[in-house]
């Protein structure tokens, strides 16, 4: 009888420690692959290390960080680079395949880290292809900001443009407390 109760007591702990583990490894977001990205606040994105894909991928618009999408969908974005949304974005095929790997190597199902996880999850809607703006999450989280801010906002002009309302975006800091979105300020909703 006694034995049977300190079993089931054994158990219960093992459960909450395991319970315990998980929690914090879904809730921890520092730990990311590459322990050289330096510390992260919470529910951050790692930023881009690569400086090819910075110079290459930024040039046009702000250098999204490889964990704001699913592996597969980068591979749709490098495999068609010459026609991308209505550009010419084509590269020698040797920095392709080397930026391809980066981005392949860092996707957002690749992470551990819970904002790029959040990017992961989901399907990516529309017919053309994959966009940051167009995958579930990003959606969720900007639904309630008007168009008005952005496609009618000169100094926005489109949700692509992450940094013009994000300050931190560069450093991976996407927090909905540090939002300014320019004319606007600070959005409440
Ligand atoms: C010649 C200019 C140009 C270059 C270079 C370029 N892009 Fe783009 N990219 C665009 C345009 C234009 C859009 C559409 C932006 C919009 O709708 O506001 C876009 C959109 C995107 C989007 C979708 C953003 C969203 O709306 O969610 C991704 C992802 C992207 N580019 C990745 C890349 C990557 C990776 C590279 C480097 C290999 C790259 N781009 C290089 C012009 C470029
Ligand atoms: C027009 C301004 C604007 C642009 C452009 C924009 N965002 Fe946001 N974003 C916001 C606002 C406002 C919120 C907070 C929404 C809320 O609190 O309901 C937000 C929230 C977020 C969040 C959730 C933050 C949190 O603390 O939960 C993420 C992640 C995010 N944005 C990523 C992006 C990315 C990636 C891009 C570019 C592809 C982008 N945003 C472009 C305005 C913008």
Same mark, same amino acid.
């Given at each position: 009888m006694r034995a049977a109760f300190i079993t089931v007591m054994g158990a219960a702990l093992i459960a909450l420690g395991a319970s315990g583990l998980a929690w914090s490894e879904h809730d921890d977001?520092?730990? %990311?692959?590459? *322990?050289?990205q330096g510390s992260r606040t919470r529910g951050d994105l790692a930023p881009v290390t690569n400086e090819g894909y910075r110079t290459e991928c930024g040039g046009c618009h702000f250098a999204y960080q490889? %964990?704001?999408? *699913?592996a597969a969908a980068w591979g749709r974005i490098m495999n068609t680079l010459d026609q991308h949304f209505g550009d010419?974005?084509?590269?020698?095929p040797a920095l392709k395949d080397e930026l391809l790997a980066y981005l392949d190597a860092n996707a957002a199902d690749r992470s551990d880290g819970k904002r790029a996880r959040s990017f992961a999850a989901g399907k990516i809607t529309g017919d053309g292809l994959p966009r940051i703006t167009q995958t579930t999450y990003f959606k969720r989280k900007h639904?309630?900001?008007?168009?008005r801010y952005v496609k009618d906002n000169p100094q926005v002009k489109s949700f692509s443009a992450c940094a013009a309302c994000h300050p931190g975006a560069d450093q991976g800091d996407f927090n909905e407390h540090q939002v300014n979105i320019p004319g606007v300020g600070r959005f409440e909703d």
């Open positions: 977001d520092r730990g %990311g692959r590459a *322990p050289t490889p %964990g704001l999408l *699913p010419d974005a084509s590269l020698d639904d309630e900001v008007p168009i």
